[in-house]
C-alpha cells in the first residue's frame, strides 16, 4: 500500500482540496482519495504534486512496511 503526505502539505501551505485540485488540473475528489489512499496517482500526476510543493516523489510518497521489502 502507498502512504502519502499530501495532506500534511496542504495543511503546511495552508490550502484547501479545491485549490491544490484546480492547480494540478484534477477533481477536488480525486485530492480527497489519494489523501485517503483510495488512488493511486499516475506517474504524471505524482509529478506534478512533486513540482507542486517542491518535494521530491519520494518525500510525498512512500511504500508500506510490508511494500518495501519486495
Excluded: H, W
Aim: net charge positive; glycine share 2%; proline share 1%.
Amino acid at each position: 500500500m502507498l502512504k502519502n503526505n499530501i495532506r500534511v502539505e496542504r495543511a503546511i501551505r495552508r490550502i484547501s482540496q479545491q485549490e491544490l485540485a484546480e492547480a494540478i488540473g484534477v477533481s477536488r475528489q480525486t485530492i480527497f482519495s489519494i489523501e485517503n489512499n483510495k488512488y493511486i496517482p499516475s506517474t504524471e500526476l505524482a509529478l506534478k504534486l512533486s513540482a507542486y510543493f517542491r518535494k521530491s516523489v519520494n518525500d510525498l510518497f512512500q511504500l508500506s512496511d510490508t511494500d518495501s521489502a519486495m
